[in-house]
């Protein structure tokens, strides 16, 4: 049945493959493999909080998988959950310290900071308060940045990423 499961999903049978994936669990609830076809199922069909439960019961059964709390942070970020997508991604790296896509989604959330920090600078007038604001901003923003060289910086380290250099 978990075979059946494999290649309804392969072929894109969403319903099919769910139902013999129920099937399946009922006989290996615990089967890591399972779990993870049918969080890749509901991730195919957008039911981002089913993935995330299913995700969650994977890390259950496999609590050292850097990939699974990466995915965590990625569905997490998707549905606006920053702070937990963060914790994610550092979990994924803590695990794996040379995990190159969890240093990049990491920076990337952390620079999504600075569009909001952008727009409010460009709003501000000439005031003395404007002014003091504007400054603060300003620091605000390069903490953003500063924040970020460590994981660029290892990221460098990891294979001289061009990206990184960037």
């Given at each position: 049945?978990?075979?059946i499961?494999l ?19 009922l006989a ?12 890749e ?21 496999d609590?050292?998988?850097a ?20 914790g ?18 990491l ?20 005031s ?7 400054d ?5 923003r390069?903490?953003?940045?500063l924040?970020?060289v ?5 990221l460098?380290?990891?294979n ?7």
């Amino acid at each position: 049945v978990k075979n059946i499961a494999l290649i309804y999903a392969k072929q894109g049978k969403t319903d099919k493959a769910l139902e013999a994936v129920k099937e399946a669990r009922l006989a290996n609830p615990d089967d890591l493999n399972l779990i993870l076809t049918a969080a890749e199922i509901y991730i195919k069909l957008g039911e981002k909080e089913k993935f995330k439960e299913l995700i969650s019961q994977a890390i259950e059964k496999d609590p050292n998988n850097a990939i699974l709390y990466f995915n965590l942070g990625v569905v997490n970020n998707d549905l606006g959950d920053s702070e937990s997508a963060r914790g994610f991604y550092e979990k994924a790296i803590e695990l794996d310290p040379s995990y190159e896509t969890a240093y990049f989604n990491l920076t990337s959330l952390i620079l999504s900071g600075e569009s909001a920090i952008v727009d409010e600078m460009n709003s501000l007038g000439t005031s003395r308060a404007d002014n003091a604001r504007y400054d603060t901003l300003k620091l605000n923003r390069e903490a953003l940045y500063l924040e970020c060289v460590p994981l660029l910086n290892k990221l460098i380290d990891l294979n001289k990423n061009v990206e990184a250099i960037q």
